[in-house]
């Protein structure tokens, strides 16, 4: 997203350099969107409307979003991805143990057959 909390459209709350005007990014991954609001006062609590310096909702990802002299492309709200993308754990320690599994069951498919054959361990 944007590379500095200073700059007009992060998550930080900004000046937008109109009187009384202050600015804030906000990202909800479960919509999932990126808007700017705009607000009455220095610690962006009372949103205004119908502002000029505020930004529609953009659907993520986003090929590119630009605002306040950025364009930057938007993936998801900070550093997680969005909700919906498996991280594969569980079919990797299923895989794990089933290898396992597998070698287990080649030791004893071959001792079975080597003790069959009249070979023993004394």
Same mark, same amino acid.
């Given at each position: 997203?944007?590379?500095? !909390?200073?700059?007009?459209?992060?998550? @930080?709350?900004?000046?937008?350099? $109109? $009187? !009384?005007?202050?600015?804030?990014?906000?990202?909800? !991954?479960?919509?999932?969107?990126?808007?700017?609001?705009?607000?009455?006062?220095?610690?962006?609590?009372?949103? $205004?409307?119908?502002?000029?310096? @505020?930004?529609?909702?953009?659907?993520?990802?986003?090929?590119?979003?630009?605002?306040?002299? @950025?364009?930057?492309?938007?993936?998801?709200?900070?550093?997680?991805?969005?909700? !919906?993308?498996?991280?594969?754990?569980?079919?990797?320690?299923?895989?794990?143990?089933?290898?396992?599994?597998?070698?287990?069951?080649?030791?004893?498919?071959?001792?079975?057959?080597?003790?069959?054959?009249? @070979?023993?361990?004394?």
């Amino acid at each position: 997203m944007w590379t500095s !909390n200073s700059e007009r459209g992060s998550s @930080a709350c900004v000046d937008s350099g $109109t $009187t !009384n005007t202050w600015v804030k990014g906000v990202c909800d !991954n479960k919509k999932p969107s990126y808007e700017v609001k705009t607000y009455s006062d220095v610690t962006c609590t009372t949103e $205004t409307t119908g502002s000029s310096e @505020a930004m529609a909702a953009t659907t993520l990802p986003a090929a590119s979003y630009t605002y306040g002299g @950025a364009t930057v492309s938007l993936v998801s709200c900070g550093k997680c991805p969005p909700g !919906n993308v498996d991280s594969g754990v569980v079919t990797y320690i299923l895989a794990f143990f089933g290898v396992v599994f597998a070698y287990l069951m080649v030791v004893c498919v071959g001792m079975y057959a080597l003790f069959s054959c009249g @070979a023993t361990c004394g």
